[in-house]
């Protein structure tokens, strides 16, 4: 438009510019203005909005135009409109027929608005307060569409009203009255010409941004799919200041709304807003499309890791922006227990990396995320074991619990919640490749670190602990450091039983404690003890501490084992474990006469005999340990040459026919994230082996063999034929004496119920179980 600016725009112009005013982009400080529209906009669209004449030029006015304007008097000093007389007559002329003098009107209303929001040349009270002027504004919306001036300054006179919480509570309550502002509003969204489409966005963002009297405005927005008109904008728009308030925008409308969250999926929201992280490099923009996605995370997490979210915000972890970083980190641990075929090596390495940061959140969700990559993903198992993976979690988990001491209250939560990470990152890695058993080994060196976890006697601690454990405890090389193990006087085989005892006193208190399932307690206590009872003096040790007193008068006068038989809660897989255990106990001689002598244990395994056909591998168990009864009464009484009055009540009892032994081959899981299970607790394949009257087959050797694989470079390059052996003793245990059993001189290892198959096999591939999670972490 032709025509040259007047001196009253030039001064204006002049007095925006020279006061410097900031609006948050330049510092990333807050303005006063309440709306956080001041955090987001970038001076040069504010500045442009507040003062039109900068680029375009005032009317020519003819003298009768003129006329019109003379009641709207400056004062002298200053050069400022005298707004309590201006305002109403700007109001009247934004009515008139005449176009030019509507802009002209509009553009010195929109000059007040502007200096109404600056605080340094803000009057001693607000001015623009009649509802009537938003009324006006909204009818030149509406009737002046072929007008694109008059919208683009009637747009910046209605967002710099809404700079101020006055001005947004008086454009609410105008909504409140004539909800058609809102759809007005959104009209202009897709309205490109002169940038209109820019006023409009931010216009709105102020508006539906207010956390006061946003929400009437959000949910008419929703109705008239303002998301459909604005989304488009996420690839369209080049500006790398207005894009951050487009993804706020749609932010606030996505926000706990399924359908409009449903409608920014299918216009490819998310692969946008993925494409703005590979290309843009605008921290505030990239933090705030992280924090979009973070809530599409729990929304629809297949989604991105399908378009390759996984390794795109892996990119991220590496931005020197501590708040850009934590953003990631919560998205992508949200996505990744969603299984996935793609290379994720880059993630896991920024992953190794920031586990050990000095930022508490940031180290945790680092953690969290790990251990959901590596469940169940046997590619990248790999990885973490063949780039000192193991190493740096197991140093990560020495020093938090070194550290641990030092911290209280929330702290010392953050901090117990990084160590269940760890390790449960450090079991999944324990099963399920070529290098578990190094693991397993490795991860061991440090057995004081896991007895220390389970004299926490925090329940989600004591899982996770409980769990590894259970893998740990299956290489024989392994038993002597848990035997040996002390701290004070407490070893491991003392803590688990008293684990269960404490376990088992809750069973009919509550079914959970903070999230973690008493019963899955109690099953895991009795599957450690049901493997390591194959070890000729930790059966001795076990059978000391069950035959205590506060162990062995559980309920009605039971010892521990047999208290978890008589509970109807349990769960079928317990009690068979149940079952295994104390078939093992009953070759301990001292044992064995005290289970013999228990009548209701008796009663039980009869009644567990005759359900063979509903229950046959409990049946199998039961019938196995009253044949071992009845032949340890057999022979007392040849021992004792009593042949008439130790006559086997059992006699009559037909022993079940001898089962071959076979690997029971579970299908192999694909290749994922996440924690799964087929079922929860479930015991695992090797059970049935040794489901036979007479234990396992004396003619297969116990050999031990790990799985002949082609396997990575190895993890311990230092110690070739594994991890040096280190102190499995407490160096400030208690030297006072206390009763400890006697161990055995010669003891040759009895059949005994494990599951450790004697030679898994080169195709043996047993996949991480974990319990399902009600919830992502």
């Given amino acids: 438009m032709g025509g040259t600016p007047s001196s009253a725009g030039h001064r204006k112009v002049d007095m925006w510019q020279n006061h410097n005013f900031d609006s948050g982009f330049q510092t990333m400080n807050h303005s006063e203005a309440p709306s956080i529209i001041s955090s987001l906009h970038p001076s040069s669209h504010l500045s442009g909005m507040s003062s039109m004449a900068e680029y375009e030029p005032i009317p020519n006015l003819s003298e009768q135009q003129k006329q019109k304007f003379d009641g709207i008097t400056k004062n002298p000093t200053d050069g400022q409109y005298n707004t309590v007389r201006a305002i109403p007559e700007l109001t009247m002329l934004m009515k008139d027929q005449d176009n030019e003098v509507v802009q002209k009107a509009v553009m010195i209303m929109q000059n007040i608005a502007k200096m109404e929001c600056d605080a340094m040349r803000r009057q001693n009270e607000t001015k623009i307060v009649d509802p009537r002027v938003i009324f006006t504004l909204r009818n030149l919306l509406r009737d002046k ?43 202009h969204i897709g309205t490109f010409a002169n940038s209109i489409y820019k006023y409009a966005i931010l216009t709105m963002h102020s508006i539906l941004s207010d956390k006061q009297r946003g929400g009437q405005s959000v949910t008419i927005a929703r109705q008239q799919d ?28 996505c926000e706990k709304n399924t359908d409009q969250k449903v409608k ?3 216009m490819g929201g998310p692969q946008k807003l993925l494409h703005i992280l590979q290309q843009r490099g605008y921290e505030n923009l990239l933090w705030r499309s992280t924090q979009l ?13 399908a378009f390759g979210g996984r390794q795109i915000l892996a990119g991220m972890l590496s931005h020197g922006s501590p708040r850009l970083v934590l953003s990631t980190l919560e998205t992508l641990r949200n996505i990744s227990d969603v299984p996935s075929k793609m290379k994720e090596e880059l993630l896991l390495k920024s992953l190794l990396e920031l586990v050990n940061s000095r930022n ?19 590619p990248n198992k790999e990885y973490m074991c063949s780039n000192n993976g193991v190493v740096n979690l197991c140093r990560a988990l020495a020093i938090a619990t070194k550290d641990w001491q030092n911290f209280q209250d929330k702290e010392a939560q953050q901090m117990e919640d990084y160590a269940e990470s760890l390790i449960c990152t450090l079991r999944h890695l324990c099963v399920g490749h070529p290098l578990a058993e190094k693991v397993q080994a490795y991860v061991f060196r440090e057995p004081l670190i896991f007895l220390h976890k389970l004299m926490t006697m925090r329940p989600v601690l004591l899982k996770h602990t409980l769990n590894l454990l259970l893998k740990v405890v299956s290489q024989n090389a392994l038993l002597a450091p848990f035997l040996l193990c002390r701290i004070g006087e407490i070893g491991f085989v003392e803590q688990l039983i008293h684990i269960l005892r404490v376990a088992c006193t809750q069973l009919n208190v509550q079914d959970v404690i903070e999230g973690v399932r008493v019963k899955d307690i109690v099953h895991l206590c009795i599957q450690i003890l049901r493997l390591i009872t194959r070890n000729p003096d930790i059966l001795n040790e076990v059978d000391f501490f069950l035959r205590s007193p506060e162990n062995s008068r559980m309920g009605d006068g039971h010892t521990l084992p047999i208290f978890v038989l008589q509970k109807a809660n349990v769960e079928e897989n317990t009690k068979s474990s149940t079952l295994e255990l104390i078939y093992n106990l009953m070759h301990h001689e001292k044992m064995a006469d005290h289970l013999e002598r228990d009548e209701i244990l008796c009663k039980m395994l009869h009644s ?25 009464r057999e022979r007392n009484r040849i021992h004792y040459g009593r042949h ?34 087929s079922q929860p607790m479930s015991d695992d394949s090797m059970m049935e082996s040794y489901c036979n009257s007479s234990g396992r087959d004396s003619s297969i050797p116990e050999t031990y063999n790990s799985p002949m694989y082609h396997s990575p470079p190895s993890m311990y390059p230092e110690y070739p034929n594994g991890p040096p052996s280190g102190p499995y003793y407490d160096p400030h245990a208690s030297t006072s004496t206390r009763p400890t059993p006697p161990h055995y001189a010669n003891y040759d290892s009895p059949p005994v119920y494990n599951n450790i198959p004697s030679n898994q096999g080169p ?15």
């Fill in 763 to 777: 195709s043996s591939h047993l996949s991480d179980q974990y319990p399902y999670r009600q919830g992502r972490f």
């Fill in 608 to 632: 567990v005999q005759m359900q063979a056909a509903n229950h046959p591998e409990l049946a199998n168990l039961a019938a196995n340990i009253l044949k071992l009864m009845s032949e340890k």
């Fill in 644 to 677: 008439g009055s130790f006559e086997s009540q059992f006699g009559h009892l037909s022993v079940a026919a001898q089962r071959t032994e076979v690997l029971n081959s579970h299908g192999e899981t694909y290749e994922g994230a996440g924690e799964q299970w």
């Fill in 360 to 378: 508490a959140v940031i180290r945790l969700y680092s953690a969290q995320t790990m251990s959901n990559l590596v469940a169940n993903n046997r």
């Fill in 293 to 305: 996605l973070k809530t599409f995370s729990n929304f629809d997490a297949p989604c991105l890791v």
């Fill in 226 to 253: 303002a998301i459909i008109h604005v989304t488009p904008w996420l690839e369209a728009e080049k500006s790398e200041k207005l894009l951050p308030v487009i993804v706020d925008l749609i932010r606030v409308l």
């Fill in 264 to 266: 920014f999926v299918k």
């Fill in 145 to 187: 569409v072929d007008h694109p001036n008059i919208i683009r300054f009637t747009l910046g006179t209605l967002f710099n009203i809404c700079n101020r919480q006055e001005g947004i509570d008086l454009v609410t309550r105008a909504i409140s009255e004539q909800p058609d502002i809102i759809p007005n509003l959104i009209r």
